[in-house]
């Protein structure tokens, strides 16, 4: 007979069964059977001589029972994956909670496994497949502000291929408009475009149909001005709005924004919407696009057809960046970007009225001084606050690049960074020595930027990990053998340079500086590597200097 008993139990069954059936006192029992009283208690209290269960009654778990049943919700209904659903437990449930205690929480209410859903039968054709260049053309009503005496329209473009968007808010939705959103357009896209596909709308064609019916003439102004591009203009057919319904898609996102902010003005909505339109094509991925932005889709088909486009795709900076100005201005820093579209900026009017010669129509809307001067001592507040390690600024320039606009340090900042960028921007335009040192630092950045994405191994440069602290090790430790190939190069570059300085070649200053170390020709990043910890470095004594100092200067 096989008997599962405890590792710490001190009766078998039949002597259980004993002492059930025994007439003597505890004590008496106690010293029969050499058990404790306690013992002799249990075992006459019970009707079995089994072992009983060593579970406890109540887990020891992180979440009480309302937080486990939202965490339920948030599983079945939003289908959130486990990585995903922590890390919206550890925001706003219980920071404490770990990977672990949050899979065996789903695995005792049986939700360990996300459902499959069930695969439906498309009723609707996929979009016919085009390289870049065919680009869908709507307009799109905007809500009127308080500040606002009549409504406004945005005017969309998206590109099939890459999803790439561009907007333009315009005042009317007229002829001149549309020819003012084309040839804005046409400057703004990296590709040649080739086709545009817009709706029956009469800023766009003078075809009617309806009681009065009539053809397009192809005389209308925009289709001259398409024609003078290169463009060929093509219109969906009458009461179809789902032939340009990419377009219309994205209309529906912006919809989306609309409702879900408040808005205080007109240039608070207009900054919301181009801000959104900026996050959607450098960072959104989409899922037409293999999970990839739009900008990422756009280098994929520069890199293959190279024909198509009309300049080097680039991934621009955020359209908001007056914050990061007036950020940089009250810790101290100097900060000097890259412009790139010099003939769209836009400058900022120290005060009203006032006119300047031959470049009056680059500034735009007046700077509020006021607005300034009432939030200066909480912005210097900021500051302290960041120089004094209370908070990042990171987490400051988080909170002013969010959707929402209520905050009005915000908008204080953002007058504040109107100031200092216009400055810089007049100072960029003015100093041709300025534009070239931020042009060749910008390029040492961007070269060793690409040196080490070539040397990011199996994932050509994509972080896959979901977790900060992983993609800091990450990228922290491509950096570190960066600069260890770095070194390497270094070395043998200067050993070369020394044993041809020695055969008499000429090693000078200017030659020095036509030199980088980012070279990869010798370096096999895939194989075999042997690591001898035995070996010790070479030292690099003073003999080791091309130059010396006097001669370098």
């Not at 094509?281 to 293959?304: D, F, G, T, V």
């Not at 000097?336 to 006032?354: A, C, N, S, T, Y």
Request: glycine share 6%.
């Amino acid at each position: 007979m096989l008997i599962n008993l405890h590792k710490n139990a001190t009766t078998t069954p039949a002597i259980r069964e004993a002492i059930q059936n025994a007439t003597g006192s505890d004590y008496e029992l106690a010293r029969q059977f050499n058990v404790t009283r306690d013992t002799i208690r249990k075992w006459r209290s019970r009707d079995t001589v089994a072992d009983g269960s060593h579970t406890p009654h109540r887990l020891q778990s992180t979440l009480n029972a309302g937080q486990e049943e939202l965490v339920i919700y948030l599983r079945t209904h939003l289908r959130l994956p486990l990585d995903d659903l922590l890390a919206v437990v550890r925001e706003f449930i219980e920071p404490a909670m770990s990977r672990s205690a949050l899979d065996r929480l789903l695995r005792r209410r049986g939700h360990s496994r996300l459902p499959v859903p069930d695969k439906t039968e498309r009723t609707d054709k996929p979009f016919k497949a085009y390289e870049p260049g065919y680009v869908h053309v709507d307009v799109k009503y905007l809500p009127q502000m308080a500040d606002e005496s009549a409504r406004r329209y945005v005017f969309v473009a998206i590109d099939r291929a890459t999803r790439w968007v561009f907007v333009a808010i315009k005042n009317r939705k007229t002829a001149a408009a549309a020819q003012s959103f084309l040839n804005a357009l046409t400057r703004a896209a990296p590709f040649r475009i080739r086709t545009l596909l817009t709706d029956n709308g009469k800023e766009f064609t003078d075809r009617l149909f309806g009681k009065r019916m009539k053809e397009a003439s192809g005389q209308h102004e925009f289709d001259a001005l398409c024609e003078a591009l290169g463009i060929e203009h093509r219109l969906t057919r009458p009461r179809t709005p789902q032939t340009n319904g990419m377009v219309e898609r994205f209309n529906g996102r912006i919809e989306q924004v609309l409702r879900s902010h408040h808005f205080n003005s007109s240039e608070d909505l207009e900054t919301t919407l181009l801000r959104y339109v900026w996050l959607y094509n450098q960072h959104l991925p989409q899922k037409a696009l293999n999970h990839e932005a739009p900008i990422q889709a756009m280098k994929r088909w520069q890199q293959s057809h190279p024909h198509l486009f009309q300049k080097s795709v680039r991934n621009h900076p955020g359209p908001d960046s007056y914050p990061v100005f007036a950020l940089s201005h009250l810790l101290g820093i100097k900060l000097m970007p890259r412009i790139r579209g010099i003939k769209d900026l836009v400058f900022h009017r120290p005060e009203g009225g006032k006119k300047f010669q031959h470049i009056d129509r680059l500034f735009s809307d007046d700077i509020n001084w006021q607005m300034i001067e009432t939030h200066l001592p909480d912005m210097l507040r900021v500051a302290v606050s960041i120089k004094l390690g209370k908070i990042s600024a990171s987490a400051i320039l988080r909170r002013l690049g969010t959707y929402s606009r209520k905050n009005k340090l915000y908008f204080a900042f953002r007058e504040l960074g109107k100031v200092i960028r216009t400055q810089f921007l007049l100072k960029y335009v003015g100093d041709i020595e300025l534009r070239r040192l931020i042009q060749s630092e910008t390029n040492k950045s961007e070269q060793f930027n690409g040196f080490a994405k070539k040397l990011f191994f199996g994932g050509e440069g994509e972080i896959a990990e979901n977790l900060r602290h992983e993609q800091r090790k990450v990228i922290k430790y491509n950096h570190l053998l960066a600069n260890m190939v770095i070194l390497h190069n270094v070395v043998g570059m200067s050993r070369v340079l020394k044993q041809l300085q020695a055969e008499g070649v000429l090693i000078n200053q200017e030659l020095l500086a036509g030199l980088a170390p980012y070279r990869l020709e010798h370096i096999n990043r895939f194989g075999d590597y042997v690591l001898d910890f035995r070996r010790k470095a070479e030292a690099l004594g003073e003999d080791f200097r091309i130059l010396d100092i006097e001669s370098a200067t």
